[in-house]
């Protein structure tokens, strides 16, 4: 498989906190993808049941239908589907009804029926989409190792993975892919083609690629692959400013972060920019971690440690609090930068470490998405994401976006504020684009006066951007 941008089976049910993208339940708490994310389950699940099976004898329960004797007796709606179903199958004219077309009909009524609550976090997740959700959250999969990207009617190799078989293939950044084991491409959306690239490790897949005038094909043998969702540099090599991005939550982030802090601080970093912009979220059990990384225990006593409180429709609400083995920071100076795209366990880790005080966050408002979604697996492999809870920061307050009559985001609501707004310039290409990244440098600007010794009110003063 190649990562798309973004997606995620057990027994049982798992809970995530994802925007419109994706989530999950029954054991494995996702804090978010504010794209599409899913997940299996993992640690992070027992941990959740045991706050859900743990519930007050005294909390609320759930309401029950109210039955009006006078009223005539109703049929069950089930019944109105089965017998609309098996209509269909006996008398539409356009077409045989199958078992596969009952399934694709089947698949469609339930994702009516979820629309009709407008929420854009419920959502129900075939099987196919269901798998790459797992596949996604586990941080890994089989495939070659590539980001596509789509410019026009075409298809591109945005980068190959380190080590990959893309890499060893011979795969290089803005390869063009006209077609796959034969098959044209043209015109085709990331996600079809995709699904044309993925396939079982051991297998082979041919790329036919333009790369400037030349036209290449080249085989690749898929393989399980891990791709790597943690990026660190030295930012700047004279003051040991190190930069950290995180991608997206998984279960291979904290191991991976780890891996990169210690590598900057043998190189003698002094301050560190950690970079959220653009991470979806994930898991809710690696939003801890993070944070727990990064926020040393008792820092703030009021706040009791809390990372995140997690609010259940019962009116239960449990706390999430940090994991004092995994302090990494070490007390340098230290900025956050976030967007409009940072999401759910994006906001849950720069949110925790705002309201501890201990960095400054730069960019934009966060996405604000505050609601935890339970994924509940369905016999046929299938699943349904389900919007259980709401989430808060440390100091409790709500982060949810606002949202008209049918569901949709009202933009600039809720999400984290940063102490620093910055808006990135038009000319600004991405990540690479290091040059015109007007929220990177704020954030270089700010480390170079706090190891000067400034004091941190001043140093933001200063560097604040005037109206």
């Known amino acids: 498989m190649i990562p798309l941008r973004r997606f995620w089976r057990s027994q049982g049910s798992f809970i995530l906190l994802l925007p419109i993208f994706a989530s999950f339940g029954l054991g494995s708490l996702v804090v978010g993808y504010g794209t599409t994310a899913y997940a299996r389950p993992h640690r ?35 019944d109105d589907y089965k017998a609309v179903l098996g209509l269909i199958q006996k008398n539409y004219y ?23 609550l407008r929420d854009p976090f419920t959502s129900f997740l075939d099987p196919e989409e269901w798998n790459q959700m797992q596949a996604t959250t586990r941080g890994n999969f089989e495939g070659i190792g590539a980001v596509l990207t789509q410019e026009g009617a075409e298809i591109k190799i945005d980068e190959p ?4 078989p893309a890499e060893r293939a011979g795969l290089k950044p803005e390869d063009v892919i006209v077609r796959v084991d034969n098959i044209p491409v043209l015109g085709k959306t990331v996600s079809d083609v995709v699904k044309l690239i993925k396939g079982k490790a051991g297998t082979q897949v041919r790329l036919t690629i333009v790369r400037g005038k030349e036209e290449k094909l080249i085989s690749i043998t898929r393989a399980r692959v891990e791709p790597p969702v943690v990026k660190a540099y030295m930012q700047d090599t004279t003051n040991k400013i190190g930069y950290i991005q995180l991608k997206e939550f998984n279960e291979k ?6 891996q990169a802090f210690a590598d900057l601080k043998q190189q ?31 820092a703030k006593p009021e706040l009791k440690n809390v990372v995140v409180y997690i609010h259940e429709g019962s009116g239960q609400e449990t706390r999430k609090v ?50 935890v979604q339970t994924l509940y697996p ?25 949202h008209d009559d049918e569901g949709n985001r009202v933009p600039n609501t809720g999400g984290i504020i940063p102490d620093i707004e910055v808006k990135q310039p038009d000319t600004w290409k991405g990540f690479k684009d290091r040059d015109n990244d007007a929220q990177l440098k704020k954030a270089t600007e700010l480390l170079r006066l706090l190891l000067k010794g400034t004091p941190v009110s001043d140093a933001r003063k200063q560097v604040t951007p005037k109206p």
Do not use: C, W
């Open 94 to 116: 356009g077409k045989v009804i199958d078992s596969k077309e009952k399934r694709k009909l089947t698949y469609e009524a339930l994702r009516g029926m979820l629309a009709g």
């Open 161 to 164: 993975f380190e080590n990959s």
């Open 378 to 402: 369905l016999p046929d492999d299938s699943a349904l994401r389900l919007t259980t809870a709401l989430y808060f920061p440390p100091k409790h307050q709500d982060i949810n976006f606002k």
């Open 253 to 258: 982030s904290a191991e991976q972060l780890l």
């Open 268 to 298: 003698g970093m002094k301050a560190l920019i950690f970079d959220l912009r653009g991470n979806p979220g994930g898991l809710l059990d690696t939003a801890i971690q993070v944070a727990s990384m990064f926020i040393p225990r008792d």
């Open 44 to 78: 992070a699940t027992r941990t959740i049941r045991l706050a859900q099976d743990g519930a007050s004898p005294d909390a609320p329960k759930a309401p029950t239908d109210a039955v009006d004797e006078n009223l005539p007796a109703q049929a069950n709606p089930v």
């Open 322 to 371: 940090l994991r004092g083995s995994q302090y990494i920071e070490g007390g340098i100076p230290l900025t956050v930068l976030v967007n409009d795209s940072s999401a759910s366990a994006s906001e849950i880790v720069s949110g925790a470490i705002k309201d501890y005080g201990l960095a400054t966050v730069i960019g934009e408002r966060t996405y604000g998405k505050g609601r």
